[in-house]
């Protein structure tokens, strides 16, 4: 293991403090915590969104907080939940009496640590929703199962609730908008070298270097098929179609495109996927309202990416447009 | 037999002890099905959960449950974290108001757990999680009438076995559908560790 960090036990504390000082005006860490709130949080009579994972997906989710998009995210370990102490925390911390919004990620341990802080926020009186975000295709949706996955598409929840929030938006309505994105977003993606955990020392997984796995999720768990590896084209061709065919996307629809790099796939690669995208789009008369090339949710230094559309109307356009000052997401 | 303070306090240590010394082995284990931190967290939050204990001074054995459960919940994150720490404060609940802990009572507190841990992450036995331990132990304590290490022990082993057949149907590994067949469940050999240990702590009670 090859990596710049200090002691591999200290990433997440060190990464927060860092992260803390390179804006200080903006962001502030809630005292003995892992949680990054909105250095003006609470926000009073605005609902306080709550949203954050396990650690290593940066820019997410700190790099969300700021004005117009989340009030506060909980950094857990590297690729685990945080407990529910920390959320209940961040929910104490940016509940400024109109109710906390949680934004999850589709992982048991998420779902199951999220939940329990709602329970103990709400045995205090905080009024608290949620959102599960489940967009990565790749996984059958099966409410039998554990479903399917969150990964880059949560950053548009982020995104649009946030500016729903920002906007005077209740927490019913911030609810509302997010079970929006949910439903019209959709993303799959693809890894060509895996990641290292810190404190485990070792790849999570090994592929030959003539491979590439498809269906691969943000935590290095395995993906769906392991296959030679193919041009860009092809790659992005397979991803954006199962996206294509997951929900109903008709000729004249609008979209937002986001092409996520994993962690050490070059911008160069990211833009020929991105081109192949929109190509395979305008043959459909698919109309792209905006796009975003980077890295959005990352997966350490994974070598990959992931394609996620998110079907619009007036309103999730507006509120995408909508002024944003998160650190990692400024518009 | 009846639990006392004394061997509840060294279940919790050998449970440590043998999640430390297998801290790898788990985490390659969820490595193969999972996310590959399940011994990291383990081991973090049971030697939380030791600190705790040993720094504490106990009168009964439910408060020392509370104290393991609270720690797990805080310290471990991830799915285990909220299953065990569950577990861990229903047994404490179930076990509430007596010194020690008869076989009866303790049963009824297995079941108190299980049931806190469906409750919480909606799975059933057979869905290749942690449930699939507890369950089969749930059901030989309750044909037995009092403690029987051997048994204990046996049960729980070939019911962590059992789990490299099964299809992940909940938790991480259930995204590998039938590629999870063939893996030991991580949740289900921690959980093996956490009886195993118990069956030690009784041998060394009788």
């Known amino acids: ?331 | 037999m009846e639990l006392q303070v004394q061997h509840a306090l060294n279940w919790i240590e050998k449970t440590n002890e043998k999640i430390q010394t297998n801290k790898d082995y788990l985490s390659a284990l969820d490595r193969a099905i999972g996310d590959g931190d399940h011994g990291l967290n383990m081991a973090r939050g049971f030697q939380e959960a030791v600190g705790k204990t040993t720094s504490s001074s106990y009168t009964s054995v439910s408060d020392i449950f509370k104290d393991v459960a609270m720690t797990l919940m805080s310290k471990v994150g991830g799915a285990s974290g909220p299953l065990y720490g569950t577990a861990f404060l229903k047994m404490s609940m179930a076990v509430k108001g007596e010194d020690s802990v008869s076989h009866e009572r303790f049963t009824k507190g297995v079941e108190e757990a299980i049931n806190g841990i469906i409750q919480r992450g909606k799975a059933k036995e057979g869905d290749k999680t942690l449930l699939d331990v507890w369950t089969p132990v749930l059901r030989m304590l309750q044909e037995q009438s009092d403690f029987e290490a051997d048994s204990l022990e046996n049960t729980a082993k070939s019911a962590m076995e059992s789990t490299k057949d099964v299809m992940a149907i909940k938790g991480r590994a259930a995204y590998l559908k039938e590629r999870s067949i063939g893996h030991l469940d991580p949740g289900s050999v921690s959980s093996y560790y956490l009886f195993a240990s118990l069956a030690e702590v009784l041998k060394e009670g009788e």
């Open chain 1, 1 to 331: 293991m090859k990596k710049i960090i200090n002691d591999p036990n200290l990433v997440v504390q060190d990464m927060l403090a860092g992260m803390v000082a390179a804006f200080p005006n903006d962001l502030k860490v809630v005292p003995n915590t892992t949680v990054v709130a909105r250095k003006d949080a609470p926000v009073s009579n605005k609902v306080g969104l709550v949203s954050g994972g396990g650690s290593g997906h940066e820019p997410a989710h700190a790099g969300y907080v700021g004005q117009g998009m989340l009030d506060a995210a909980v950094a857990g370990e590297v690729f685990t939940s945080p407990t529910p102490d920390q959320v209940y925390e961040a929910i104490k911390a940016v509940d400024g009496g109109a109710g906390v919004f949680l934004v999850i990620k589709n992982y048991t341990g998420d779902v199951m640590n999220f939940e329990m802080a709602a329970e103990m926020a709400a045995a205090e009186g905080i009024n608290v929703e949620q959102v599960v975000v489940n967009d990565d295709v790749a996984v059958e949706d099966s409410s039998f199962t554990t479903g399917r996955r969150g990964i880059a598409g949560t950053v548009f929840v982020h995104k649009i609730a946030g500016a729903k929030a920002e906007a005077g938006g209740s927490l019913e309505e911030v609810k509302a908008v997010a079970e929006k994105v949910v439903a019209n977003v959709r993303s799959m993606g693809m890894a060509l070298s895996p990641c290292t955990v810190p404190a485990a020392g070792e790849p999570s997984f090994v592929l030959a270097d003539n491979e590439m796995e498809v269906g691969m999720g943000i935590h290095g768990e395995p993906g769906i098929a392991r296959k030679e590896i193919a041009t860009a084209d092809e790659i992005a061709q397979e991803l954006t179609q199962k996206v294509l065919d997951d929900i109903e996307f008709n000729s004249g629809d609008e979209v937002a495109v986001m092409v996520n790099g994993l962690g050490s796939t070059p911008e160069m690669e990211l833009f020929i996927v991105n081109k192949k995208v929109h190509a395979m789009l305008a043959d459909r008369g698919i109309k792209v309202y905006k796009t975003f090339v980077g890295e959005y949710m990352t997966s350490l230094e994974m070598a990959g990416c992931s394609v996620s559309l998110l079907k619009l109307d007036e309103e999730l356009k507006e509120l995408l447009d909508a002024e944003s000052k998160a650190p990692a997401f400024r518009s």
